[in-house]
T-cell receptor
Framework: QKEVEQDPGPLSVPEGAIVSLNCTYS??????FMWYRQYSRKGPELLMY????GNKEDGRFTAQVDKSSKYISLFIRDSQPSDSATYLC????????????FGSGTRLSIRP | GAVVSQHPSWVICKSGTSVKIECRSL??????MFWYRQFPKQSLMLMAT?????????EQGVEKDKFLINHASLTLSTLTVTSAHPEDSSFYIC?????????????FGPGTRLTVT
């Protein structure tokens, strides 16, 4: 079993829709939860990070962490064609320069 | 701020040759650099972690004699793929972190696409 599971998609939604992206994980030691956006043939770009459980909002993006269920989500409101990319969830166990474990990424396409 | 560059962005080499990829932190000092490999439609897999002036720590299953990592300064790390084979064709991404940073404060380079023919 992979430490982090993420549905690869592809996921296609119309412009303006709410997008829900999810990951599950098995390692209860994970404390830091991140979402990265990666455009084709580019490096990943950090979108949001959350420490432990709870919600965090930044503009159109909301990250949720439920440690009891080992489940994290990223919601995108009012989706735009420019949001079309691959979204990677990622996690690490502690705050130091420790290894980040990435999900396989979900390819998202926003239709105009 | 926090810009990481990679060079080259794309390289083609013949089987059996070696290729060097550079990773530079342009506006900060990177005490730790990470090298990842990403196959098509797959996740980033950590290959090795390097601290400036020290030998790199390789992940299980990564051949340290094949993937040579040198972190000679606080702004430069290099990955040399020796005796490259077609199965080494992949997207190689580096990231950099300053001392005392938390795990999410890794800044990623744009990646280098390696094709071995």
């Amino acid at each position: 079993q992979k430490e982090v599971e993420q549905d690869p998609g592809p996921l296609s939604v119309p412009e303006g829709a709410i997008v829900s992206l999810n990951c599950t994980y098995s390692n209860s030691a994970f404390q830091y939860f991140m979402w990265y956006r990666q455009y084709s043939r580019k490096g990943p770009e950090l979108l949001m990070y959350t420490y432990s459980s709870g919600n965090k909002e930044d503009g159109r993006f909301t990250a949720q962490v439920d440690k009891s269920s080992k489940y994290i989500s990223l919601f995108i409101r009012d989706s735009q064609p420019s949001d079309s990319a691959t979204y990677l969830c990622a996690m690490s166990a502690d705050s130091s320069a420790s290894k980040i474990i990435f999900g396989s990424g979900t390819r998202l396409s926003i239709r105009p | 701020g926090a810009v990481v560059s990679q060079h080259p962005s794309w390289v083609i080499c013949k089987s059996g040759t070696s290729v060097k990829i550079e990773c530079r932190s342009l506006d900060f000092q990177a005490t730790t650099m990470f090298w990842y490999r990403q196959f098509p439609k797959q996740s980033l897999m950590l290959m090795a972690t390097s601290n400036e002036g020290s030998k790199a720590t390789y992940e299980q299953g990564v051949e340290k004699d094949k993937f040579l990592i040198n972190h000679a300064s606080l702004t430069l790390s290099t990955l040399t793929v020796t005796s490259a084979h077609p199965e080494d064709s992949s997207f190689y991404i580096c990231s950099a972190q300053t001392g005392g940073s938390v795990s999410y404060e890794q800044y990623f380079g744009p990646g280098t696409r390696l094709t071995v023919t």
